[in-house]
């Protein structure tokens, strides 16, 4: 945790600069994070298009660009298309199309990854010791008023489900698999069938262990494959199939650090079909036992999609309520739950471990078909468990009606009040539905019955489509700032995150800036704060889009380049940016589910193999403007 507190003065380099911080509530168009191309499908982009943009001008535009179309990603993730390109230029076909006034957005088809430390391991039989998280949560108290109700749709998002397993739900759905087609009926990976039953698995039938909410309907959707990787197109796809079939709950453990648009777009689509997304918040806090591919060779980058707006991010603590070590935290973390917290693959401790199925070919004796494993990964799927009790009691909850039950039901955790590292606190199931019973009115309406047959009508979710607060936009600029070619590395505070003191000189600097995007003239500025700091509100999106050209605007593609926010919460000065690299462009996204109050924003490069960063604090109130 101390690696990522800021107390440190960040270094200079050769280069103009001047950006824009926006708070909104979407993605602003043509924005485009800082990936490699290991963070993408290659030979593949997405491209989603402005309205009215009709088949003939798109197909102009493939031709004039020589690229290929797979129409079929239309209908499954919304108004987005698959185009093929030459491996090697996917990214200079993307900024040329982001050119283009007929296209709203264009991006790699950017590769997601299960969020879990997994070796399962086999451990003690005795499934009832090793679901010590059920009674740290509360679940077994909860039990008393609702073990769940068919009409409560969870969906789980991941690498599919054992169909066949002694332990499967009662009400289980096979939805379809977008990795090889058809419907879901194994799951090569152990992922899936592992955050399932954490949900849903079967209660009081002599096996095994026994899900949160064992009485909802448990939907699965495959979008990863048999090594956990799949694609922000497949997830997209997923998450509108869930929604459009009646989730009322949709669990993704799964994440990368790039914000794509294509999923984006799906959760916010799903938030308006009335289903709440729960996701994992990423294991990059500090080191783990098993490397994990999603973070990108940093700590603590931010995830998506649990930074999403419309999303509740899950963080994991370890059996004595402390964050576990490789939790990520952040502003936009907006509850905990246990996720186990091992100091090695050869740990034996069940209580640092959390216990779930898995298919039976990746079991071993003693446990047979079921596995520990640790990580956000099972915290998720504990609140989504929680989750689908609260709407048994009342499903009339909207999802922001059902975020407001879990966050303000939580145990608080560390300082007093919301925190960036447990955010409201430990979900808490029994405080949960009593809650959502004191929620109900007197003479609610009853709802018709569900029909729980996998080929069933799309149902419509039983509330009323969320209308989720209007958020004006709020600019301010930085000052801009040149710096000599030669530049002196101070000695950074104890635990930052900066490079080993050196000096670094560069003869002939190439001139660079920062180019500051074009604001829509349909937002609204709703004011400007002073230097000492913006104060977005609860619910805002924190928003910082910069694009690297040199003087003569030209793109700069070999230049690594991240951005990132210096914040204060709690008494404490915090870092959050995405340093992964990439080809001249950077995007941080993130939503403010605590007070907090924006100091800087934060420009780094990767210059001759060391990464050095400017400090950029905001600028004064009257130099603020309109768009």
């Known amino acids: 945790m101390s690696s990522l507190k800021v107390g440190v003065r960040w270094l200079s380099t050769a280069i103009g600069l001047s950006l824009l911080l926006l708070i909104q509530s979407a993605l602003p168009s043509q924005a485009q994070p800082t990936l490699g191309p290991a963070d993408y499908v290659p030979g593949e982009i997405l ?62 088809n950017y590769v997601y990854h299960k ?22 949560i509360r679940v077994p108290s909860a039990w008393d008023v609702t073990t769940g109700d068919p009409s409560v749709r969870v969906a789980v998002i991941d690498s599919g489900f054992d169909v066949e397993h002694p332990d499967r739900p009662t009400n289980l759905l096979s939805g379809p698999d977008f990795v090889t087609g058809g419907n879901v009926l194994t799951d090569p990976d152990g992922h899936g069938t592992h955050v399932s039953g954490i949900i849903a698995a079967a209660i ?19 979008s990863l494959d048999e090594q956990g990787r799949g694609t922000g197109l497949d997830l997209a796809r997923g998450v509108r199939w869930a929604a459009d079939n009646g989730a009322r709950i949709i669990n993704l453990s799964q994440g990368g650090t790039a914000p794509s648009y294509t999923v984006k777009d799906a959760i916010d689509y799903a938030a308006g079909k009335g289903a709440l997304v729960v996701a994992a918040s990423g294991n990059c806090g500090e080191t783990i ?23 509740l991010a899950v963080g994991a603590t370890n059996d004595r309520d402390g964050r576990a070590r490789y939790s990520e935290y952040g502003p936009y973390v907006a509850l905990v739950a246990p996720g186990g917290d091992p100091t090695s693959n050869r740990d034996s401790d069940p209580t640092h471990w959390i216990t779930s199925t898995v298919p039976g070919s990746l079991g071993r004796p003693p446990l047979g078909p ?59 199931a029994l405080a949960a539905v009593r809650a959502a019973q004191q929620s ?47 530049v002196s590395t101070p000695t950074p505070a104890a ?43 609860v619910g805002d ?45 950077a995007a941080l996204s993130f939503s403010v589910n605590e007070p907090l109050a924006v100091d800087a924003v934060t420009l780094a490069f990767n210059l001759d193999g060391r990464w050095i960063a400017n400090d950029l604090p905001l600028t004064s109130a009257n130099e603020c403007r309109e768009g």
């Open 47 to 108: 491209v989603g298009f402005r309205p009215g943009v009709g088949l003939a001008e798109r197909t102009l535009l493939y031709r004039s660009f020589g690229v290929g179309a797979e129409p079929s990603a239309s209908s499954a993730a919304g108004d987005v298309v698959k185009l093929k390109v030459n491996q090697g230029e996917e990214l200079q076909t993307v900024s040329a199309l982001m050119r283009q006034r007929s296209v709203r957005f264009a991006e790699p």
């Open 115 to 136: 969020i879990g430390v997994s070796n399962l391991m086999p451990n003690d039989p005795v499934f009832a010791s090793h679901q010590w998280y059920l009674e740290r």
């Open 204 to 222: 009081n039938n002599g096996v095994g262990i026994a899900g949160v909410a064992p009485n909802t309907t448990l939907l699965v959707i495959r």
């Open 289 to 311: 036992p098993v490397p994990e591919e999603s973070c990108n060779s940093t700590i603590n980058p931010i995830i998506y999609p649990a930074s999403f707006p419309n999303v």
């Open 370 to 428: 079921y596995a520990q494993v640790a990580g956000t990964s099972q915290a998720a799927p504990q609140v989504a468990g929680v989750a689908g009790l609260v709407l048994s009691i009342n499903p009339r909850l909207s999802p922001e009606e059902l975020t407001a039950v879990l966050t303000d039901s939580a145990r608080d955790l560390g300082p007093a009040g919301r925190d960036p590292e447990f955010g409201a606190g430990l979900v808490d």
């Open 440 to 486: 109900l009115t007197p003479t609610p309406t009853p709802t018709a019955a569900v029909s729980l047959t996998p080929t069933a009508t799309p149902l419509r979710p039983t509330s009323t489509p969320v209308s989720w607060r209007t958020r004006s936009t709020v600019y301010l600029p930085f000052a801009a700032q040149r710096f000599g070619a030669a």
């Open 495 to 537: 635990g930052a995150p900066s490079p080993t003191p050196t000096r670094t000189s560069s003869p002939t600097p190439t001139p660079l800036a920062i180019d500051v995007q074009p604001v829509p003239s349909s937002h609204l500025v709703a004011g400007c704060w002073a230097a000492t700091g913006v104060r977005p509100e």
């Open 541 to 585: 999106e924190l928003f910082v889009i910069a694009r690297l050209l040199t003087s003569a605007r030209q793109s700069v593609p070999d230049t690594q380049f991240a951005v990132g926010v210096r914040y204060r919460s709690r008494g404490q000065t915090w870092y959050l940016g995405n340093r992964t690299g990439g080809t001249g462009q």
